[in-house]
């Protein structure tokens, strides 16, 4: 192929993907999540269907497929009904596949969570998470709009 037939190849592709997430996003915010237009959901997510309110999702994150993320715990009760809690997630974030966030937990702005990692406890900004439970494994770290991390390099093995 020709680099303008895969110029053009990718540019649909890229109009196509803009329009699907645009009607994922929609989908979302009607049923109830409070998420920011500009957020990206991939597919096959597991959003707390019990408490949607309770999921809030700022500007430009992208959550990638497989992510679990609650807004209720029924192990704790209030008049025997689950406990509703909200769960944050800030500005600039990467919520990486398989992912699960508990009920409650807030994230800050500018953070990458490893994919399977299962964040238990509130994340500060600007560090990237992973494991179970997730920890803290780098700080001070800068991400774009688009949710990419800005101060990386390969000399230290950060790929």
């Known amino acids: 192929m020709s680099n303008k ?6 540019a649909f592709r890229t109009f196509l993907a803009k ?13 109830g999540y409070d998420v920011h237009p500009s957020v990206i959901f991939e597919r096959h997510l597991h959003l707390d269907r019990l ?3 309770g999921i809030h999702v700022k500007e430009n994150c992208l959550i990638a497929s497989g992510t679990t993320i609650l807004s209720h715990d029924h192990c704790k009760r209030v008049n025997n009904q689950p406990l509703l809690v909200d769960t944050y997630i800030g500005k600039n974030c990467f919520i990486a596949v398989g992912a699960i966030i508990l009920p409650g937990v807030k994230i800050g702005n ?3 969570v490893g994919a399977g990692s299962v964040v238990t ?3 500060p900004d600007n560090c990237i998470v ?10 001070k770290i800068r991400m774009n709009d688009s949710a990419e991390l800005m101060n990386w390099s390969q000399e230290k093995g950060w790929f």
């Open 110 to 112: 500018e953070v990458i």
């Open 121 to 123: 406890r509130d994340v």
């Open 130 to 139: 992973a494991g179970n439970p997730a920890r803290i494994i780098r700080e």
């Open 51 to 53: 408490y949607p309110r």
């Open 5 to 10: 037939t895969l110029y053009l190849k990718f």
């Open 19 to 31: 329009k699907i997430q645009y009607l994922r996003n929609l989908e979302y915010r009607f049923k």
